[in-house]
């Protein structure tokens, strides 16, 4: 395939009413073998559309101009491009109404936190205007998993065990809960489980 498609170009600056929309264009050029003005077209969602062109070196640049351009969610565009040797492409283009917004921080908000999040957008085109939107979600929280201990003789008969948790994100005003089990004398006689509990109190306050 020799056809080359480039330079795609919406005829506005930042923003534009899409009833007001001046034009879409592109570059399409084929070296070898020219192109075929009545077979390279644009295609609407699918649908064909009036396509006018000018001359460039090698090929046109193509121009859709859209009376009114209203939808929801996406819109895709594609330019249909055939050369004088009846090859064929296709490339598309896609397009999206109203506010697009991502959340591109990589933050540890930590284990079950609950997390809000802002998002404002400025409408410049019709009315100029801001709008807000707030959404909240919860972290997970870590699951259960046996912790590491290491054990170190008080004295000739009673022991005493460290406890390494699995991190070190507690917070103030929360319950945690342990439980040992599984602890067995010299004789194999096991220990039944045991279970305590404890809040991290602020110092500060």
């Known amino acids: 395939m020799t056809i080359l498609i480039d330079n795609f170009s919406i005829g506005v ?10 034009y879409f264009s592109v570059d ?17 969602d699918g649908l064909i559309v009036p396509t006018t062109y ?27 491009a055939e050369n004088l040797n009846s ?3 296709f490339q598309n283009f896609h397009f999206l109404y109203g506010y697009h917004c991502e959340f591109g921080e ?3 908000w930590g284990p079950h936190a609950e997390v809000i999040t802002t998002i404002e957008a400025s409408n410049l085109a019709f009315c100029p205007n801001m709008e807000g939107e707030s959404f909240y979600f919860e972290t997970l929280d ?15 008969i009673n022991l005493g065990a460290t406890i390494y948790p699995q ?3 507690f917070f103030y005003g929360r319950t945690y809960t342990i439980t040992i089990s599984g602890v ?22």
């Open 142 to 156: 870590l699951p259960s998993v046996n912790l590491g201990a290491s054990i170190k003789a008080i004295e000739s």
């Open 184 to 205: 067995k004398d010299y004789g194999g006689n096991e220990m039944a489980p045991y279970t305590f509990s404890f809040t991290i109190e602020n110092s500060t306050i």
């Open 13 to 22: 600056a930042e923003w534009v009413p899409t009833s007001t929309l001046s």
């Open 28 to 44: 399409v050029v084929d070296l070898t073998y020219g192109i075929n003005t009545s077979g390279t077209y644009f295609l609407h």
């Open 87 to 89: 090859e064929i492409t």
């Open 54 to 80: 000018s001359g460039v070196p090698n090929g046109y640049t193509f121009y859709y101009t859209p009376g009114g351009v209203y939808s929801d969610g996406t819109i895709t565009l594609t330019i249909q």
């Open 106 to 108: 990589i933050i540890n």
């Open 167 to 169: 991190n070190t994100f």
